[in-house]
């Protein structure tokens, strides 16, 4: 099973600022099968990154997914009041497919 | 209007049984492969299960092979989880997902169905 650790846990910045979520996986993704998802509390997530760089549709183009093999990064370019959310990174390239433990990004 | 609604949810006993069910509308439920994945109280996320399209693929999580069964109904758009032997661990909103192929992730989601297994 490959185990995804995302960091940091919590991350506290102001709107206007820069968001960098790291996921790492303990063994390579396949074909880069990673996804990341938006979660508000009592709300599902939504898809935002699909093969670690592909922006699912209607996601604005301040949110980008970059890495391969076993490291990926998710980046909001400049934080919106309702960016701030529960992220969490998903492969599916292998069974089962595994999810990160999620990080909280938050207001500072 | 595209979209994933989940029913059946609720409190039963350790030992139950529920049959969680996921409404689809606004596409064609038969060409996609469907998923459930719970996420407990206070915790991360985890797949349980998927269905390919004509219901002749299926996997399963190892914690939840023999105890969860998934199917579907392509004539009826729903999706089912029929969740048997149920365990305090069980407990979790559960969630269905439309996967997009070919590359398997989940693209729409459903706004979960609460199951609590206590005594």
């Known amino acids: 099973e490959i185990v995804l650790t995302q960091s940091p846990g919590t991350l506290s910045l102001s709107p206007g600022e820069r968001a960098t979520l790291s996921c790492r996986a303990s063994q390579s993704v396949s074909s880069n099968y990673l996804a990341w998802y938006q979660q508000k509390p009592g709300q599902a997530p939504r898809l935002l990154i699909y093969g670690a760089s592909s922006r699912a549709t209607g996601i604005p183009d301040r949110f980008s997914g970059s890495g391969s093999g076993t490291d990926f990064t998710l980046t909001i370019s400049r934080l919106e009041p309702e960016d701030f959310a529960v992220y969490s990174c998903?492969?599916?390239?292998?069974?089962?497919?595994?999810f990160g433990q999620g990080a909280k990004l938050e207001i500072k | 209007q595209v979209q994933l609604v989940e029913s059946g949810g609720g409190l039963v006993k350790p030992g139950g049984s529920l049959r969680l069910s996921c409404a689809a509308s606004g596409f064609i439920f038969s060409d996609y492969y469907m998923t459930w994945i719970r996420q407990a109280p206070g915790k991360g996320l985890e797949w349980v299960s998927y269905?390919?399209?004509?219901?002749?693929?299926?996997h399963y999580e190892d914690s939840v092979k023999g105890r969860l069964s998934i199917s579907r109904d392509n004539a009826k758009n729903s999706l089912y989880l029929q969740m048997n032997s149920l365990r305090a661990e069980d407990t979790a909103v559960y969630y269905c997902a439309r996967m997009r192929t070919p590359m398997y992730y989940f693209d729409l989601w459903g706004q979960g169905s609460l199951v609590t297994v206590s005594s």
């Open positions: 269905i390919s399209g004509s219901g002749s693929l299926i």
């Open positions: 998903q492969q599916y390239g292998s069974f089962p497919y595994t």
